[in-house]
């Protein structure tokens, strides 16, 4: 089972490279850790699962708008969001080989090493760092005794500066999660937009860590997108809005993209598990080939954030929302949901990949919901002659107008109906010589491979539509 589950995720690597969907960057200088480009189709499919969830969370509440805000602020929302002082990792170096490991990671080679004292774990669930064991332990890279440093405090957050000259009062930091950037702008958008609580402000883009152990493809990159919607509420309603988001969010991921319910599950974080900001927390995981893990979490942050940008600004005043109805003045609480577009994009990616037999020949086809695939349908001429190819042609230019449509006339039928089962491509239209007959022409279903009807060719954009809303 490891085995057959590790190889699928080298599968889809090898696949993702060699169809572009996802791919190492700046390979020709032989890359950079962990860092990935997104090719013709994974961008496709990114842009789709964006505008998915877009739709879904802004579009369809009446009470929920988008902004799109920068990716550095000002440092000081930093210092009020808690991360200079929070968002770290102790690390441990091994002054001899130079490795460098995270304190938690070394807590198994603490457990397995003969003559060493587990290190005692403080109130909180976590390791004491001071703890003379960290000393004892044999580098878990080149097995020396007595050369791991004592763990030193890392921060997450990349760290860069604004002008010419690098000093302290110019540095700003990348965002580490685009949360921020809604609370600080909240006030405005209340105002400007006219929300009242229960109301939610989403945005989705890039976010940053300078992670220590990256890894799993595009699962912990450095460089990442997120899916973020903080819904501001009354205090107190805070329990029933976690439930109600949780439903939703797993709708989503279920229902609307089409994973399958049993690689789907919540996880709640245990006490220990809480970050700073958080009263509690469900994360949806999937069933990754190395495991179950978070893709999104639903946050309850109550007003944490929001008290200490009070605090920070001293604009109090401005972040409480004043209810003209019933006068009451208050620090709105939030639940958040916080979605990595790229994890959630692995999920699809690993959850759509099938091997069957078609005609007794093995077929890799990626059965993705036909909202997300890249490509929406491909048009081939069934011979390369005869005015086939200018009929095809003319249908890709007209279906183009309103998707991803994919023209192709190499290779014979089955080796073009093959290339595009692997890229997910939902519906291949086929031009025959009927067509010249009937101006009509087929459409083969990638998942039932059936070709039920001959639709004409003025009705496909209106069956493409109807087939990407059933
Ligand atoms: N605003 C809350 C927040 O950022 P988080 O659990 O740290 O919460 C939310 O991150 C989501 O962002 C994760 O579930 C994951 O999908 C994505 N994410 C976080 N770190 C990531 C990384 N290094 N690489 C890829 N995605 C990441």
Redesign the pocket.
């Known amino acids: 089972m490891a085995a057959k589950q590790k190889s699928l995720m080298d599968v889809i690597v090898a696949l993702a490279k060699r169809r572009g969907f996802v791919m190492p960057t700046s390979e020709i200088y032989g890359g950079i850790g962990s860092s990935y480009d997104y090719g013709p189709l994974g961008i496709e499919m990114k842009r789709k699962l964006a505008d998915l969830w877009w739709n879904n969370m802004v579009r369809q509440h009446e009470n929920i708008v988008g902004i799109d805000s920068s990716i550095i602020y000002h440092p000081k929302t930093w210092e009020a969001s808690g991360h200079v002082d929070g968002f770290v990792d102790p690390l441990v170096d091994c002054k001899e080989c130079k490795a460098r490991f995270k304190a938690d990671d070394l807590i198994g080679h603490v457990k397995k090493a003969k003559g060493v004292d587990e290190p005692p774990l403080n109130g909180k669930g976590e390791l004491d760092p001071g703890h003379p064991s960290y000393a004892q332990v044999p580098c878990p890279n080149c097995g020396q005794r007595g050369t791991l440093t004592e763990p030193r405090s890392f921060n997450l957050m990349f760290k860069t500066f604004i002008g010419p000259v690098e000093q302290g009062a110019s540095a700003v930091y990348l965002r ?5 950037g809604i609370y600080v702008d909240y006030p405005q958008v209340q105002t400007v937009a006219r929300l009242k609580p229960p109301f939610g402000i989403a945005q989705i883009g890039k ?1 940053f ?1 300078n ?1 220590i152990t ?1 890894g799993n493809f ?9 899916m ?1 919607m903080q819904f501001f509420i009354k205090p107190g309603e805070d329990e029933e809005w976690m439930d109600y988001w949780k439903a939703e969010r797993m709708k989503f991921w279920r229902d609307v993209c089409g994973i399958r319910e049993e690689n789907l599950r919540f996880h709640e974080h245990g006490e220990h598990e809480l ?1 700073h ?1 958080a009263k509690a ?1 469900f ?2 995981e999937y069933n990754f080939p190395f495991g179950w893990d ?4 639903i ?1 309850n ?1 109550t007003d944490y954030d929001l008290k200490r940008h009070a605090e920070y600004s001293g604009k109090e005043k401005d972040l409480m929302y004043f209810d003209d109805q019933t006068r009451e003045r208050y620090l709105p609480y939030i639940v ?1 949901t ?7 994009l692995l999920a699809i990616l690993l959850d759509a990949y099938y091997e069957d037999e078609v005609e007794g020949q093995q077929r890799v086809v990626m059965r993705l919901d036909p909202k997300l695939a890249p490509i929406t349908a491909a048009v081939f001429p069934l011979q390369k002659k005869d005015g086939l190819p200018e009929i095809a042609q003319e249908i890709t230019r007209e279906l183009k107008k309103n998707f991803n449509v994919f023209f192709d006339m190499t290779g014979n039928i089955g080796r073009r109906y093959r290339r595009q089962d692997e890229a997910g491509t939902p519906f291949c239209i086929t031009v025959d010589y009927e067509t010249k007959e009937t101006g009509t022409v087929t459409i083969r279903d990638r998942d039932t491979l059936e070709q039920p009807e001959r639709p004409k060719i003025e009705d496909l954009s209106r069956i493409l539509f109807e087939k990407l809303n059933s």
Not at 218 to 226: D, L, V, Y
Not at 338 to 344: D, E, P
Request: cysteine-free; aromatic content about 10%.
């Open positions: 580490p999660e685009t949360a921020q976010a860590r992670e990256p595009i699962f912990r990159t450095r460089e990442f997108e997120q973020e970050a900001y927390a994360d949806i978070e893709f999104e979490g946050h942050r958040e916080s979605a990595g577009l790229n994890r959630g």
